[in-house]
């Protein structure tokens, strides 16, 4: 089985990075793709460039064996629908492997006003991570389709190529990519929030701090890698 995460990754943290490890060994995936998404559809607009998001997400995931980066996203122009991602995976790896989709719970409940939500269950199954040990009050129609689709054992995950719904209990980190902007704007430090890989490349992103101007967090190395030379980092502090 292979997992899909996809999210806006500006930036990347441990929120992300732990519960995407909980799915992986909980569901035995062969491959967890990070998929940056190009072009929001149900919210703002990233602040990092895309080629910014990438390297973070790169350097995040390089350490863990079977976390890749798919960046099909970013190479696609427009909007990035998840039903369009998931019909080039389908390509790709055929019509037999099964393909999990991971979303969080609150995501879940928005499933059904997603872009042809029917299709990307006719093409990957949902995992939806919640709180360990508590249930989530789902809206009508994630319930509806939850009751109608939920699996109880990974069997039934590996037995189907896409169709159903798994609910996920993972590790709670109150963490957030919006909290740790914020704090980068107000010049505080995030560490220990994301990898010190990612705060390095952060520290060097002038788009996180445009609101104070003031440096965030020390680079431990000095500043010319390909994603610092972009125009935005260049903007005059
Ligand atoms: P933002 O604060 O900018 O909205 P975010 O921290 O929610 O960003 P995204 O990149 O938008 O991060 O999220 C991608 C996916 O990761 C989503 O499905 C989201 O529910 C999940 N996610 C984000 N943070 C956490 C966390 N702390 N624990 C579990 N899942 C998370």
Avoid: K
């Avoid at 062969?30 to 895309?50: D, G, I, K, T, Y």
């Avoid at 991602?85 to 979303?103: A, F, H």
């Avoid at 009751?147 to 896409?162: E, G, K």
């Amino acid at each position: 089985m292979i997992g899909v995460f996809g999210g806006t990754f500006d930036p990347i943290h441990f929120g992300h990075l732990r519960t995407a490890l909980d799915v992986y060994e909980a569901l035995g995936l062969r491959e967890l793709r990070f998929v940056p998404l190009n072009v929001a559809v149900h919210r703002a607009q990233p602040v990092a460039s895309p080629e910014q998001r990438l390297e973070m997400v790169r350097v995040a995931v390089a350490q863990q064996p079977g976390f890749v980066v798919d960046e099909r996203e970013l190479r696609r122009q427009g909007r990035s629908y998840t039903v369009d991602t998931l019909r080039g995976l389908r390509r790709e790896l055929g019509d037999t492997q099964p393909l999990c989709l991971l979303i969080g719970a609150d995501a879940f409940n928005g499933f059904p006003d997603w872009h042809r939500p029917g299709e990307i269950l006719g093409l990957a199954h949902l995992v939806v991570m919640q709180r360990p040990g508590t249930a989530a009050r789902y809206a009508d129609e994630a319930r509806v389709e939850l009751q109608r689709r939920r699996a109880m054992r990974v069997s039934q995950l590996r037995s189907a190529p896409a169709g159903r719904i798994w609910l996920q209990g993972v590790t709670q980190l109150a963490i957030s990519s919006t909290e740790i902007r914020r704090m980068l704007a107000a010049g505080r430090s995030p560490r220990f929030l994301l990898p010190d890989a990612v705060l390095d490349l952060v520290g060097r992103a002038v788009c996180y701090r445009r609101q104070t101007g003031r440096p965030v967090a020390a680079p431990t190395q000095p500043v010319g890698s390909e994603i610092s030379r972009r125009p935005t980092d260049l903007t005059p502090e």
